[in-house]
């Protein structure tokens, strides 16, 4: 069987490792914007130590800083290609056609780095001296001509990051 030409620098790097471990339903925890760690899921993982399998997602790359996958010969750090030939025991070319299966080029990466959409948090201060002259107040809180008090509408709350009470008169 003949083997076709397989760009192993672009397959490193256009193959997210978050996808990758997905694959092997391996679970990491994120410990900030691009790092992970989680349990080794390496064959040549023996050790006990919680948590030495480490990914970092912008340089798309792992490492396990355990004895045992240091130890092991085959390393225990690398890029993607080098992940799976560790986690299957096969050559670089198996593991880089892998990987171009599941990640056929011509598809655009998917974000492995983008960070779950934050929830807005509230107001760490109490939002005072609001002016309902304000066009923009006005246009977030339409008042509603039967009513003598603004209405809050759910896109508002959203597009304000933030809760108001409205209190009727004096306040
Ligand atoms: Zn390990």
New binding site residues.
Partial sequence: MSRSYLDFKAIRERVPFLGVLDRYHIEVKRVNGSQLKGR?P?P??T?KEPD??CVNTDKNVFC???D??KKSGRG?SGNVIDFVCLMESIQAYEAAAKLNEWYPDGLPPKPATAAEPEENRPLAFTLKDVNPEHPEFARAFPIPKDEGHPIIKASSVCRFGCMMVITGGSG
Avoid: D, E, N, P
Wanted: charged content about 0%; hydrophobic content about 25%.
């Fill in positions: 080794c390496l040549s993982h050790s030495t399998f396990c800083h355990s045992s996958c225990a």
